[in-house]
């Protein structure tokens, strides 16, 4: 809850009870008076934080770094751990607190008890982990992913414990497929030949497969009815 949006209802309640305490001594023109200020206090609460999330705009997809990578995944996900001290001492629920949602962060992929982990963090301080199974579930999948995330959300406040919702991108590299060498030569065998042919037909052959020429060379020898060179 944001420190406008607390003191409007803080406001709000205190003139509510003074209304109510008001009116049954007989002041009522005073008690409906704290009542319609509780009221428009509570109002412009309310208002404040619809225009608050109004303005809020859908976080970006990150865009890869380079054309040899892509986003495989987007997920959206709660941290977890966010109630626990970093190693410096500062609780990560402070953090949260002065956080407005707009900061940058980034995910660090490191190993914990033997299992994959990801923490995210805002600077160099540690907001929170993504959750285990996700982790060593991502990490299974993309193994040489890198991870990039965006704010969605800093939840909570006030009696409630602040959490970060955020959007999570994986990105993978782009792997291009084996091409043919330019100007090989392909070169036919079947499984019942110890030789390599020209072509698919020769020598009675069935179920011919074409291969390179510098693979066939490795492993058959050349046949002397269609091959002209060896």
């Given at each position: 809850?944001?420190?406008?949006?607390?003191?409007?209802?803080?406001?709000?309640?205190?003139?509510?009870?003074?209304g109510v305490a008001a009116l049954p001594s007989g002041n009522?023109?005073?008690?409906?008076?704290?009542?319609?200020?509780?009221?428009?206090?509570?109002?412009?609460?309310?208002?404040?934080?619809?225009?608050?999330?109004?303005?809020?705009?859908?976080?970006?997809?990150?865009?890869?770094?380079?054309?040899?990578?892509?986003?495989?995944?987007?997920?959206?996900?709660?941290?977890?751990?966010?109630?626990?001290?970093?190693?410096?001492?500062?609780?990560?629920?402070?953090?949260?607190?002065?956080?407005?949602?707009?900061?940058?962060?980034?995910?660090?992929?490191?190993?914990?008890?033997?299992?994959?982990?990801?923490?995210?963090?805002?600077?160099?301080?540690?907001?929170?982990?993504?959750?285990?199974?996700?982790?060593?579930?991502?990490?299974?999948?993309?193994?040489?992913?890198?991870?990039?995330?965006?704010?969605?959300?800093?939840?909570?406040?006030?009696?409630?414990?602040?959490?970060?919702?955020?959007?999570?991108?994986?990105?993978?590299?782009?792997?291009?497929?084996?091409?043919?060498?330019?100007?090989?030569?392909?070169?036919?065998?079947?499984?019942?030949?110890?030789?390599?042919?020209?072509?698919?037909?020769?020598?009675?052959?069935?179920?011919?497969?074409?291969?390179?020429l510098s693979q066939a060379k490795k492993k058959y020898t050349?046949?002397?009815?269609?091959?002209?060179?060896?």
């Amino acid at each position: 809850m944001g420190k406008r949006k607390m003191i409007f209802y803080g406001v709000a309640a205190l003139f509510a009870v003074s209304g109510v305490a008001a009116l049954p001594s007989g002041n009522i023109t005073g008690g409906v008076g704290c009542l319609v200020i509780a009221a428009v206090c509570a109002f412009a609460g309310a208002k404040g934080k619809a225009e608050q999330q109004a303005d809020k705009k859908p976080a970006p997809h990150v865009a890869p770094a380079s054309t040899n990578e892509r986003i495989a995944e987007t997920i959206r996900t709660k941290l977890v751990g966010v109630t626990y001290d970093n190693e410096d001492g500062e609780n990560r629920q402070d953090i949260l607190s002065s956080m407005t949602g707009s900061e940058e962060i980034e995910v660090e992929k490191y190993i914990f008890n033997g299992e994959p982990a990801a923490y995210v963090k805002c600077g160099n301080k540690v907001l929170g982990n993504l959750a285990a199974e996700l982790a060593k579930d991502l990490e299974g999948k993309y193994p040489d992913a890198r991870y990039t995330a965006e704010i969605l959300e800093i939840s909570g406040g006030g009696v409630h414990t602040f959490g970060c919702n955020i959007e999570l991108n994986i990105i993978v590299e782009e792997r291009k497929k084996a091409q043919q060498p330019a100007g090989e030569t392909i070169v036919y065998v079947d499984q019942s030949s110890k030789k390599y042919h020209s072509k698919p037909t020769c020598s009675g052959m069935k179920n011919a497969k074409g291969i390179p020429l510098s693979q066939a060379k490795k492993k058959y020898t050349a046949c002397k009815k269609c091959c002209k060179w060896g």
